[in-house]
T-cell receptor, first 113, second 121 residues
Framework: EAGVAQSPRYKIIEKRQSVAFWCNPISGHATLYWYQQILGQGPKLLIQFQNNGVVDDSQLPKDRFSAERLKGVDSTLKIQPAKLEDSAVYLC???????????FGPGTRLLVL | AQKITQTQPGMFVQEKEAVTLDCTYDTSDQSYGLFWYKQPSSGEMIFLIYQGSYDEQNATEGRYSLNFQKARKSANLVISASQLGDSAMYFCAMRVPDVSAGGTSYGKLTFGQGTILTVHP
C-alpha cells in the first residue's frame, strides 16, 4: 500500500511570494490533515478535512493560508503572501476515519527568506 | 485544553539496552487516545504505538511498549534492545473528541515537544 505522498520536498522562497504544497493521501482514507512543524517543536494542526469538507480550521491563519480538497482525494495548501515565520515543515497526514491512526507523508520543508 | 509534556529534551542509550521516554498528559476528557511517533532526520513521522484510555492492558508493538499509568496521566514509551536506527526524535501525542455545534469529530492530535534519542554503538 502506497503511503502519503507530498510535493515538493523542499521549497525556498522570498517573503511576500506565494507557494503551494500538494498532498495525495493513502487510498481510501477519508480524513486528511495538514500540520505545521516549526523547528524544535511538535506539529500543530492547521486544517482537517473529512472527504472534501472542512472539519477543523481553527488554527489556520486564514488571511494568508488556504487549503482545498477537491473531489475528496488530493489536497493543496497555499500560502500567499509568505512571511519569514512561515518557515517550517508542512506535514500532510491521512486516516481512514477521524478516530483512527494518522499516517504522515515525508513533509515539505519551506524556507522563507 | 489538552496538553502533552515531554520533559526529556535528549536521551542517550547504549545499543542493545532498553530506554524509557517520558510523556505526561493533561485532559478532562474520559475518552482519549495516546500515540507515539518517531521522526528520523528525513522528516517523516512514523507511527509506533497507540493506547486507548479504556484499554486495560499496556500496548505493545514489537520492541515498543507503552507504559500507561492512567491515574498518574503518564504514557511512557519503552524501547527494548535499542538499535542504531532508533536514533531519532520521538513525539508523544494525544487525541480527544472535539465537540462542536456541528457534532463530534475525532482527529486532531496534540503533540509534545519531542525527545531526541541517540543510540551509541
Amino acid at each position: 500500500e502506497a503511503g502519503v505522498a507530498q510535493s515538493p520536498r523542499y521549497k525556498i522562497i522570498e517573503k511576500r511570494q506565494s507557494v503551494a504544497f500538494w498532498c495525495n493521501p493513502i487510498s481510501g482514507h477519508a480524513t486528511l490533515y495538514w500540520y505545521q512543524q516549526i523547528l524544535g517543536q511538535g506539529p500543530k494542526l492547521l486544517i482537517q478535512f473529512q472527504n472534501n469538507g472542512v472539519v477543523d480550521d481553527s488554527q489556520l491563519p486564514k488571511d494568508r493560508f488556504s487549503a482545498e480538497r477537491l473531489k475528496g482525494v488530493d489536497s493543496t495548501l497555499k500560502i500567499q503572501p509568505a512571511k519569514l515565520e512561515d518557515s517550517a515543515v508542512y506535514l500532510c497526514a491521512s486516516s481512514r476515519k477521524g478516530r483512527e491512526t494518522q499516517y504522515f507523508g515525508p513533509g515539505t520543508r519551506l524556507l522563507v527568506l | 485544553a489538552q496538553k502533552i509534556t515531554q520533559t526529556q529534551p535528549g536521551m542517550f542509550v547504549q545499543e542493545k539496552e532498553a530506554v524509557t521516554l517520558d510523556c505526561t498528559y493533561d485532559t478532562s476528557d474520559q475518552s482519549y487516545g495516546l500515540f507515539w511517533y518517531k521522526q528520523p532526520s528525513s522528516g517523516e513521522m512514523i507511527f509506533l504505538i497507540y493506547q486507548g484510555s479504556y484499554d486495560e492492558q499496556n500496548a505493545t508493538e514489537g520492541r515498543y511498549s507503552l507504559n500507561f499509568q492512567k491515574a498518574r496521566k503518564s504514557a511512557n514509551l519503552v524501547i527494548s534492545a535499542s538499535q542504531l536506527g532508533d536514533s531519532a526524535m520521538y513525539f508523544c501525542a494525544m487525541r480527544v473528541p472535539d465537540v462542536s455545534a456541528g457534532g463530534t469529530s475525532y482527529g486532531k492530535l496534540t503533540f509534545g515537544q519531542g525527545t531526541i534519542l541517540t543510540v551509541h554503538p
